[in-house]
């Protein structure tokens, strides 16, 4: 399998890349991590497929691809902030969800975020 088109591909894209970018990917793999750990300990009942659906893994597959297209886009036409601002707006969706399934899990969770997160859904 030839890569170079992927190198090539990173070579173009790696200088718009910055910490957003990569606390956004990141975020989402906390949040694939805590979904599997929330469903390991108590969702006994509930198939694997049903947790992680192709339906779910292309949601937040074309969301990453589409960050990543307009954040390069934002950046390429100086609209920087406005590439931070949806940048920061995924990684709160994505937050929430990580407080949800932390709490689902059992670790603490302060008392005025518990009450604040059913107000985000």
């Known amino acids: ?4 088109f992927l190198i090539f591909f990173y070579t173009i894209i790696n200088p718009y890349f910055d910490s957003y970018i990569y606390l956004f990917i990141l975020t989402i793999l906390v949040d694939f991590s805590t979904d599997f750990i929330n469903f390991c300990l ?3 009942s509930v198939k694997f497929t049903q947790v992680f659906s192709v339906k779910r893994l292309l949601k937040d597959g074309l969301v ?3 960050v990543l297209i307009f954040y390069i886009y934002f950046s390429i036409f100086e609209f920087d902030s406005y590439a931070q601002l949806l940048i920061s707006f995924y990684i709160a969706h994505y937050g929430f969800s990580i407080l949800e399934n932390l709490n689902a899990i059992g670790i603490p969770v302060p008392e005025f975020i518990k009450k604040n997160i059913n107000k985000f859904k």
């Open 42 to 44: 108590f969702n006994k």
């Open 64 to 66: 990453i691809l589409l």
């Open 1 to 4: 399998m030839d890569l170079s």
